[in-house]
Nanobody
Framework: QVQLVESGGGLVQAGGSLRLSCEAS????????MGWYRQAPGLQRELVAT???????NYADSVKGRFGISRDNAKNTVYLQMNSLKPEDTAVYYC????????????WGQGTQVTVSS
């Protein structure tokens, strides 16, 4: 099992920045890809960004150029730096981890609220 604990959400004005953190614990060696999803009220959960253990990244088109995902394997922590935030970025952000050999998230954090005011 892997446990994921997010932190860093909050309220920010449009154009501002936030940095989310997610610390993983448990059977970490079983994990390759970590990432972030988000879910806004009334909408489906969507992928934001992912990063492999080797540092390869993938972003949703809506956040490219504004968000940056990074990972510290020594600390078992993944980060999401969010810049130039827009009201439409308002959502609950979930940290995820994918077990080796799988393609969809196996583990989910509890979520952290990000609210961007206009």
């Amino acid at each position: 099992q892997v446990q994921l604990v997010e932190s860093g959400g909050g309220l920010v004005q449009a154009g501002g920045s936030l940095r989310l953190s997610c610390e993983a614990s448990g059977i970490i060696f079983s994990i390759n890809v970590m990432g972030w999803y988000r879910q806004a009220p009334g909408l489906q959960r969507e992928l934001v960004a992912t990063i492999t253990r080797g540092g390869s990244t993938n972003y949703a088109d809506s956040v490219k150029g504004r968000f940056g995902i990074s990972r510290d394997n020594a600390k078992n922590t993944v980060y999401l730096q969010m810049n130039s935030l827009k009201p439409e970025d308002t959502a609950v952000y979930y940290c995820t981890a994918v077990r080796n050999g799988l393609s969809t998230p196996t583990y989910w954090g509890q979520g952290t609220q990000v609210t961007v005011s206009s």
